[in-house]
């Protein structure tokens, strides 16, 4: 498969589409039959299509009006999702008692677990001691697992994550029953604010695009 360059393309042509040619190697353009089958999602499965619309009119009534977290009270308003559950890094739990709060004040039932709620010896998935953040101490492993199975217990109807570690976070939403949206990505270095890496690489991280840093 021919690499995919949307983030590079000048044409930009599916946002408005028979406006400007499509490019080459345009998946809207080249995978016509795999976009027809994704259309009838969008019409056909109820779920799909609530969220899609949900998902559309927040966009709309918060453009560059409204934070993440408005948003996020906003789009669980207009998928009637009334109890809430957040699955929070141990170390953001003041974040995540802060959100808890606000969303309580709005009205909502909202649910905060932590990443070590069932965690297990890192030892028992394989870990070796000198893989740990620091050898020769106990570790627990984050069980995100965990966090979802609870949550589908209590019947979240949508979970907001809140500074899960990369990997945690991808077996968070594997497990997952209710939609899940991200409020916080973790970034430790960043202030958890990992967009600032990339808008750097050209000068203070500038070592991101070097391969012998990998």
């Known amino acids: 498969m021919d690499v995919l360059h949307c983030a590079t393309c000048a044409q ?13 190697n345009c998946p809207t353009a080249v995978e016509r039959e795999l976009m027809q089958q994704v259309e009838s999602i969008y019409l056909h499965d109820e ?8 998902a559309a009119r927040t966009e709309a009534a918060g453009y560059c009006r409204q934070t993440r977290l408005e948003e996020v009270m906003a789009f669980a308003t207009r998928i009637e999702a009334t109890r809430l559950g957040i699955a929070h890094c141990v170390g953001l739990s003041r974040e995540a008692s802060l959100l808890q709060d606000i969303l309580q004040a709005h009205g909502f039932e909202a649910h905060a677990l932590c990443c070590k709620v069932g965690s297990l010896p890192k030892e028992k998935v394989g870990l070796t001691d ?14 995100p697992v965990a ?9 979240t109807h949508l979970n907001i ?19 899940v949206t991200v409020l916080v990505a973790k970034d430790r270095v960043t202030g958890h604010n990992p967009v600032a890496a990339l808008y750097t690489s050209h000068s203070y991280y500038r070592k991101l695009k070097d391969r012998q840093n990998e």
């Open 47 to 54: 779920e799909t299509r609530r969220l899609a619309l949900a």
């Open 130 to 143: 000198d893989e740990k953040v620091h050898p020769g101490h106990y570790e627990a492993l984050c069980s």
């Open 12 to 24: 930009a042509c599916c946002s408005e589409p028979g406006t400007k040619p499509y490019a080459g």
């Open 161 to 179: 994550l809140v500074g899960l570690c990369v990997g945690h976070d991808s077996l968070f939403f594997r497990y997952s029953e209710a939609p």
């Open 147 to 155: 966090q979802a199975k609870l949550f589908n217990q209590l019947g």
